[in-house]
């Protein structure tokens, strides 16, 4: 009965080694294959003052997230490169299209502008944010991949509480949840119908790039650390050898 008493020992020290063994190699495995999220911030030319604090209650909430901040600016009022929100929505969708982010933040005065500049493009599906409640039913409900915010008009005292708030209750939870969790069938339905209308409703990116005014293009292109974000991050030779071709400029190296 010892004998066997041991063997049993032995047995099961074996088998928690070899659970500790693969637990350890999942742990391993899963922070290797981890998706870091890539979130770009661009403002325009009449809110571009608010740009650092945009950024820094934004990257608060990123970093304990995991994800990746890209600034793109505007960084100042007196930038060389100034954006307007229809520039914001060319730069946002040509981001986006390119696999450069997987979501983007950006605004204007009221929002407004800015959200109907970025729908304006395909494979763009862009919300109008408010308030925290407003964030947390755009991810559940709606699942889009840019918010504009109003960052003048109800912008006062408290301004910075208000956006970490935001920001914290859209990337609370997976995408797509649903809100209330009953109604996420269909509202996760309709997602996917949204998504094929506007495949049909808008043409392809490299298309619109090629023919949409080419200074107001140029112009959306042109901030100080554009190049040096966008051809590192880039997933889309197309559109990165067209960007390149307007802008006149030699890729940075890649590591």
């Not at 047995?11 to 999942?26: F, L």
């Not at 945009?54 to 793109?72: M, Q, R, W």
């Not at 990337?171 to 495949?199: A, T």
Request: hydrophobic share 40%; glycine share 8%; net charge neutral.
């Amino acid at each position: 009965d010892l004998r066997m008493s041991r063997g049993l020992g032995d047995v099961y020290k074996r088998q928690v080694q070899r659970y500790r063994h693969v637990k350890n190699y999942a742990q391993k495995l899963c922070a290797e294959m981890r998706i870091i999220m890539k979130i770009a911030l661009i403002n325009e030319n009449s809110q571009a003052a608010k740009n650092a604090m945009v950024y820094e209650n934004l990257k608060k909430v990123a970093d304990a997230k995991g994800y990746e901040v890209v600034n793109y600016g505007m960084y100042s009022a007196d930038d060389a490169a100034q954006l307007t929100y229809v520039q914001c929505g060319i730069l946002a969708a040509i981001l986006l299209n390119s696999g450069a982010a997987d979501f983007v933040v950006t605004g204007c005065g009221t929002g407004e502008g800015a959200m109907l500049a970025l729908n304006s493009f395909p494979g763009v599906l862009c919300g109008h944010i408010v308030d925290p409640s407003d964030a947390f039913m755009f991810s559940q409900i709606n699942a889009g991949n840019a918010v504009a915010l109003p960052f003048a008009k109800g912008f006062g005292w408290g301004a910075e509480l208000n956006l970490t708030y935001i920001f914290e209750k859209l990337f609370e939870q997976e995408p797509g949840g649903g809100y209330p969790k009953e109604r996420v069938v269909p509202e996760q339905r309709n997602k996917k119908i949204l998504d094929e209308v506007k495949k049909v409703t808008h043409t392809d990116m490299l298309y619109i790039l090629k023919n949409i005014d080419k200074e107001l293009l140029k112009g959306a292109v042109s901030g100080e650390h554009f190049a040096e974000y966008f051809f590192k991050d880039c997933k889309n030779a197309e559109i990165a050898e067209y960007i390149l071709s307007l802008i006149h400029i030699s890729e940075p190296t890649r590591h």
